[in-house]
């Protein structure tokens, strides 16, 4: 089997990482940060053209404020800092999720990164950023009756063309760390055939190595399609 084309990343375990460790959940967060960075550039320089990382879900605004205040901040911050090497490695950064709840200072961050990289065409990492997927596909069918589509005219195709960001492919893989095996609401609908891989580590913890062991993994996959 090939290199996926669409790799979609659940980054789990960042407050289990600080917690072993003695430390508060703003530092598994920053570390995880660091591996983020470390794992994009080696899985795009192994040539997969897609990744979508779980940045914050729905779910997250339950959360601690002053956790939920740190993730917003950590956005900018990482945007701010390496959006540059990104944008100089041809990578598109795209966001995918809910803005109606984010604040201005937040917006436009996202905005100034998705105009910087727009005509980049080497790579493309979407940033789910409250983001679910069920409120993904309920925004899709809003949009359909919006558009006045008739149900008679519905199907896969029309639905998949109403996602957001609908150039991101399906996932053909999706890894989750830190033990737990689910997908917690990411990707329904481009994961419907994914090949899904747990791994036990934290995501703090994933270097360049585990990127190399992903592909490993997915080479050795015998994927089917319900066939």
Not at 172 to 185: A, I, K, M
Request: proline share 3%.
């Amino acid at each position: 089997m090939d290199l996926p084309v669409h790799v979609g990343f659940i980054m789990d375990g960042n407050r289990r990482w600080a917690k072993q460790r003695g430390l508060p959940s703003i530092m598994g967060h920053k570390k995880g940060q660091e591996a983020l960075r470390e794992v994009l550039h080696e899985i795009y320089a192994r040539g997969v053209k897609y990744v979508s990382v779980y940045a914050f879900s729905t779910e997250n605004w339950s959360r601690e404020t002053t956790e939920v205040g740190y993730l917003m901040k950590q956005v900018i911050k990482g945007l701010e800092k390496h959006m540059d090497e990104f944008h100089d490695a041809g990578v598109k950064v795209v966001f995918l999720g809910r803005r109606d709840a984010l604040n201005e200072t937040v917006l436009e961050a996202i905005e100034r990164a998705e105009a910087k990289t727009a005509g980049n065409g080497q790579a493309m990492l979407g940033i789910c950023f409250n983001y679910g997927g069920q409120a993904e596909l309920v925004d899709a069918y809003k949009k359909l009756v919006q558009q006045g589509i008739s149900a008679d005219d519905i199907d896969e195709d029309i639905i998949a063309r109403y996602l957001y960001t609908p150039e991101i492919p399906p996932c053909d893989l999706v890894v989750r760390t830190s033990g737990e095996q689910r997908l917690s609401n990411f990707m329904l609908w481009r994961s419907a055939y994914s090949e899904l891989l747990f791994l036990e580590k934290n995501w703090p913890d994933m270097t360049k190595q585990d990127v190399t062991d992903i592909l490993e993994e997915y080479k050795r996959r015998n994927r089917r399609f319900g066939g």
